[in-house]
């Protein structure tokens, strides 16, 4: 018989076949006695482990049956009435009597107490490692005992992948670890001997550069982000090195106070340069909370999460699985802060939520809890005046102000309010994101000599704090403004507009922005075709992205496939509350009246009412399909003559 935990509770016979243990409360109980490590587990306690809120009056029953059931399982040849070897009753409880080494947990716990004592213990502590398969207990959720052992084993684990990389290199070994102990250190970033480990073993290997960029980075990482000084062992290495010295082998055992770190300012750093950058900080910093949440410490996992306060401009989330894990994250820190939190953790957490839950791929409830959060963290952020902390949560206040079309100026107001704060308390980024914000709204509303001005000056900051995202935005919106110039007299050739769109797409592609990049080109193109009075685009290597729903019926009408054109309009949802939704609804307005669908079109002059004096598509600051007028009066004027 052998039973695991690292990772989903299972067990197997001795031929390897899998025990069918049965369902979720059933794999709990086996769980729990493999935790108490053989000791007896009361009833009571078990009752109080399995239903945390509130048992069931018949809760003791319920437990008897999983152990019957259990017992059948995990000794199916025990003749009736006699008593379990393996799943015992002792007193007023129950214990698992197996040897250790038949239980994952017990056998990787005490092969780590022998590599302590024993050098030549490494192999063993390698294959204990290996037989980890994701978190302890990990089909168990939901339950304190199941959280607290993970929480325990993950420390454990993080040792003895630490004591066997220092193991091999004090034994000249080592030349396979620096991929491990990257992995490591991303998951574990406030763990010194995480980051002096990986820069012995990238010197080992002769990349003495890398190494002490390594060292660099966690000096930063360990030292600004909470105030803490590295300790010895890291200065000393770096020391070292730069001495060109062998590094001499350090290790802080078992005991040693690590204390809370972070790879969150690296990522805010990261962030804001874009590009491969820009992914890494991402992947950075949800490495961090993940690691903040196993340390149990609320406080510090609150910090984690706020901390990483950089501006955000699009309605698009470019990694929306990650977005929805740092939202959950938040939401999860929050409740279990309760309502007595530092007004300062709060407000980050609620502005973390409003800027993350990117509105373009929400639920309508998701929406809700975002704006919800957006306004309270404004509300608390003005009570606590603090100017930084009132443009976070300011940024949080514009991303969910796409509640319907024609809104532009009051996302100026916004926009107004976070340029003001930022220069008048030295917050550059977000200075930067101000100007951008009064911007698209300039863009929005037409008026483009100010948006230009917007332009100019964002672009003598982006320069001056180098943030070199800033030019590929401004590089589209002058590809916008000359598309609008392009139907005036005089004005540039719609091949040169096209020109135009295409470099800037090209520089935008490497970007590390898919949210923003994607799509982007193919509408801009149809915004251009559309302000010419000429078909959609017909290239089908065009990637229509997240717009295809209501770009589609226009593409399809014009080659003729009116049917297919008729089933698609039919097919499109409303559009989302994002940059796009009035290009999208004047998208739909138009191909609602070229198919005579009168609802359709009557929809559409509804939704683009408030926005008659904006631009379609000019909210992005990126392109232009065209005053909304235009579309709207040419949908009420159908909608109207039935």
């Known amino acids: 018989m052998r039973i695991d935990v690292l990772g989903a509770v299972r067990a197997f016979r001795d031929d390897g076949s899998p025990v069918p243990l049965g369902g979720p409360r059933h794999r709990e109980v086996l769980g729990r006695l493999v935790a108490a490590e053989g000791r007896m587990v009361t009833t009571e306690t078990l ?32 003749p009736p009435r006699t008593p379990s070897g393996v799943l015992v009753t002792e007193g007023p409880g129950y214990a698992l009597r197996l040897p250790r080494e038949d239980v994952d947990v017990h056998r990787f716990q005490d092969v780590l107490a022998r590599a302590r004592r024993t050098p030549g213990e490494v192999a063993a502590l390698g294959e204990a490692l290996a037989a980890w398969r994701g978190p302890a207990y990990a089909d168990v959720t939901g339950s304190a005992w199941a959280e607290r052992e993970r929480v325990r084993l993950e420390e454990l684990r993080a040792e003895a992948v630490e004591l066997r990389a220092r193991l091999l290199l004090d034994r000249g070994e080592g030349s396979g670890l620096v991929t491990d102990l990257r992995e490591h250190v991303a998951g574990h970033p406030w763990r010194e001997p995480a980051w002096t480990l990986l820069a012995r073993a990238l010197h080992h290997t002769g990349r003495r550069a890398d190494a002490l960029d390594t060292l660099r ?29 062998a590094p001499s082998a350090t290790w802080t055992g078992p005991g040693v106070p690590l204390g809370p770190r972070t790879t969150v300012d690296l990522a805010r750093t990261l962030a804001l340069a874009g590009g491969d950058a820009l992914v890494r900080s991402r992947s950075d910093r949800l490495a961090a909370i993940t690691a903040a949440e196993r340390t149990g410490d609320l406080a510090l996992t609150a910090r984690i999460i706020g901390a990483y306060d950089v501006p955000a401009l699009w309605s698009r989330a470019d990694d929306p699985a990650q977005s929805r894990a740092v939202v959950e994250a938040a939401v999860r820190t929050l409740a279990a802060l309760g309502p007595h939190a530092d ?30 959060a957006a306004r309270r963290a404004e509300a608390l952020a003005r009570d606590l005046g603090d100017p930084a902390l009132l443009a976070f949560a300011l940024n949080g206040v514009f991303l969910q102000s796409f509640t319907r079309p024609g809104l532009a100026a009051a996302r100026d107001r916004t926009g107004a309010e976070i340029l003001d704060l930022a220069t008048a308390h030295d917050l550059p980024a977000f200075a930067v994101l101000g100007r951008l914000v009064r911007l698209q709204s300039a863009s929005a509303l037409g008026d483009l000599d100010t948006a230009s001005a917007h332009a100019e000056a964002a672009e003598r900051l982006a320069a001056a704090t180098e943030a070199p995202l800033v030019p590929l935005l401004t590089a589209w919106f002058r590809a916008r403004v000359a598309a609008a110039r392009s139907s005036e007299p005089g004005g540039p050739s719609p091949a040169t507009v096209a020109a135009h769109y295409r470099t800037a797409d090209a520089a935008l592609r490497t970007a590390g922005m898919p949210g923003l990049h994607r799509g982007l080109l193919p509408l801009a193109l149809l915004g251009l075709r559309l302000l010419h009075g000429r078909p959609a685009p017909a290239d089908l290597r065009l990637d229509w992205g997240p717009y295809r729903p209501w770009t589609e019926p226009l593409l399809l009408l014009d080659q003729g496939r009116e049917a297919q054109a008729r ?74 003559t039935r």
């Open 343 to 372: 007004a300062d953790l709060t407000v980050r957490l609620l502005a973390t939520v409003a800027v993350e839950s990117r509105s373009a791929g929400l639920t309508p409830a998701e929406r809700d809890r975002a704006r919800d």
């Open 47 to 78: 009752v109080d482990d399995l239903w945390a809120d509130q048992p069931p009056a018949r809760a003791v029953g319920a437990l008897r049956t999983f152990v019957a059931a259990l017992r059948r399982a995990l000794e199916p040849g025990r």
């Open 217 to 245: 980075r966690a000096r930063t990482t360990l030292a600004d982000q909470l105030g803490l000084d590295p300790g010895a062992d890291l200065l000393r290495l770096e020391t070292d090195i730069l001495g060109g010295a």
């Open 567 to 640: 089933t698609a309009l039919t097919a499109a949802p409303a559009p989302p509350p994002d940059h796009m939704q009035e290009a999208l609804w004047c998208l739909t307005a138009r191909a609602a009246v070229r198919l005579g669908d009168r609802d359709t079109a009557a929809r559409a002059a509804t939704a683009l009412r408030d926005a008659r004096t904006e631009h379609a598509g000019a909210a992005s600051g990126l392109l232009t399909l065209g005053p909304v007028a235009t579309y709207l009066e040419e949908a009420e004027r159908y909608a109207d």
